[in-house]
């Protein structure tokens, strides 16, 4: 398959650029950055330490006192910017993120354009921090609501959305005037310097946004939970460091936003346009080879059109290509590492002992690389551990189920409830169905759901608050109430 030449040289120019800025934090142990498709090493770059971490803190808090009193207007023209430069870089950054995370070209200039869409859009959301005058409860007195930033945050940010991830925390951050530490993925770092090469080119204060790449994860993060300056975590991964990190914050009572994991159910009634929810399910399930919070986990048909869908499911999903991301063409890229292809197996592995069966895929293309071929696996029942867990691989696992009550008890059957998925034209059905979920995010006849405008997060152990949107801004600001009195009769 043909690589991108544009993309292979664009990747080289800005492998060079980060190599140079961080050859500049020098006294540091280095870590190697590995493309998941081929196992080459892009680049080496340092491990920050809490020495760093508090460092960045100190420094962050100064520049925020300024940064604080400017007007939104202003914090926008700069945020404008720092979108405009990531624009004009788009094609390059879409290649770096294909070379750091694996998927495919296409996707990755997908997520360049929604992770910018961010900042285009918390730009403008920072002017509209209204506060409020309340009917007063004396006639002495007037009660008087603003809103203010929240102060310094940190956040933490997974692999398998290098450059949205980031974006949807720091452009709402900045916007509410606050100042902002991240610390990637360490399988993920250079989207996240290249973001913070050109904030600074915007003209982003240097010391207000700062990206700490590290392979100590628990050091920096140890700093950012029990650091008192640090007012507010925003983490987006899983569930189980998600706990941990609320349980550290709870030390200093910061406040928290967590983006955990899920497990979509994806349900597609008999009343359903099948193609369309054929089409909805390749897209929901195998974007980044399965590995977003998002994806279809468990796809759920009903009984009197399993087979039907089961048929025309497979026909789709054994015409995806495998491959290195970089290459055209290519729809299914690697996954991220090692540990990410031993879990994907050992479910499958279950599953199969347990009665499952693979009607396409079922392996891994061979011991040596991360690419796993996509799968199609039927006869799953409900408990087995396939359908409880995350699978974060290109696994579509097809349960069965007879009514709708059966598909909603199914469906809530989790602890989870982040984004969930259903396929009816029975409009009935459609309110009935979308109100019984336990889930933040519904797609009532769609496969995908994000956008800037919209909330994203989600109930039970997937998380508390909300990204994107004109609720987002609000992680990142404070509500202060000022009784004004002794203002005559
Ligand atoms: P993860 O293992 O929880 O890691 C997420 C981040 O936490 C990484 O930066 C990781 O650093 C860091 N980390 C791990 N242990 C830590 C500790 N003790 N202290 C401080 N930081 C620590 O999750 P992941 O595997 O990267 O990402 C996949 C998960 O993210 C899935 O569960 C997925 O559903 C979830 N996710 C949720 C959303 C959402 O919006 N709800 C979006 C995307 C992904 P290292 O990389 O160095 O380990």
């Known amino acids: 398959m043909a690589s991108n030449p544009h993309a292979l040289r664009s990747l080289a120019e800005w492998l060079g650029r980060i190599a140079d800025y961080t050859d500049a934090i020098t006294g540091r142990e280095r870590f190697p950055i590995k493309n998941p498709a081929t196992n080459e090493i892009l680049v080496a770059i340092p491990s920050l330490t809490a020495e760093d971490a508090n460092a960045a803190i100190t420094n962050s808090l100064a520049a925020a006192k300024e940064w604080r009193r400017t007007t939104a207007q202003a914090r926008a023209n700069i945020l404008h910017k720092w979108a405009q430069l990531i624009s004009e870089h788009h094609e390059a950054l879409a290649a770096l993120l294909t070379a750091e995370q694996g998927k495919p070209l296409v996707e990755a200039r997908g997520e360049i354009t929604y992770g910018t869409s961010f900042i285009t859009w918390f730009a403008e959301e920072g002017k509209r921090a209204y506060g409020d005058i309340i009917p007063t409860n004396a006639p002495t007195r007037r009660l008087i609501v603003t809103k203010e930033p929240i102060g310094l945050v940190a956040a933490i940010t997974p692999w398998n959305f290098p450059n949205a991830m980031i974006t949807r925390k720091v452009a709402p951050a900045l916007a509410a005037g606050c100042p902002i530490l991240v610390k990637p993925a360490e399988d993920t770092p250079l989207s996240a310097i290249a973001l913070e090469i050109l904030a600074h080119e915007a003209g982003v204060p240097r010391d207000l946004f700062r990206v700490l790449p590290t392979n100590s994860p628990a050091e920096i993060g140890g700093v950012f939970t029990k650091h008192p300056d640090i007012r507010k975590l925003t983490f987006t991964g899983s569930t189980p460091v998600g706990k941990y990190l609320m349980q550290e914050s709870a030390y200093t009572v910061k406040k928290v936003s967590m983006e955990l994991g899920g497990n979509a159910p994806f349900i597609v009634f008999d009343d359903a346009d099948l193609d369309a929810a054929v089409a909805g399910a390749i897209l929901s399930k195998f974007r980044n080879a399965g590995q977003t919070c998002v994806c279809a986990n468990r796809i ?190």
């Open 300 to 489: 759920l048909v009903q009984s009197s059109i399993y087979s039907q869908f089961i048929d025309k499911f497979t026909e789709k999903v054994e015409s995806l290509i495998v491959g290195n991301g970089i290459d055209e063409g290519v729809s299914v890229g690697p996954l991220i590492n090692k540990g990410a292809i031993d879990k994907v197996q050992q479910l499958l592995n279950d599953s199969l002992s347990q009665g499952a069966r693979s009607i396409v895929g079922g392996h891994p293309f061979d011991s040596s690389s991360l690419f796993f071929e996509p799968t199609v696996l039927c006869d799953v029942t409900p408990g087995m551990p396939i359908a409880q867990s995350e699978i974060f691989g290109p696994i579509a696992p097809i349960i069965r189920f007879e009514t709708e009550e059966e598909a909603v008890a199914l469906a809530n059957d989790t602890p989870f409830g982040l984004a969930a998925y259903f396929w009816t034209q029975d409009l009935g059905r459609a309110w009935r169905v979308s109100e019984a979920l336990e889930y933040g995010m519904i797609g009532v006849n769609e496969g995908t759901i994000s956008s800037e405008a919209a909330p994203f997060g989600g109930m039970k152990e997937s998380g508390i608050g909300r990204e994107g949107s004109k609720y987002g801004l609000d992680e990142f600001l404070e509500i202060k109430y000022t009784s004004m009195g002794g203002l005559g009769a």
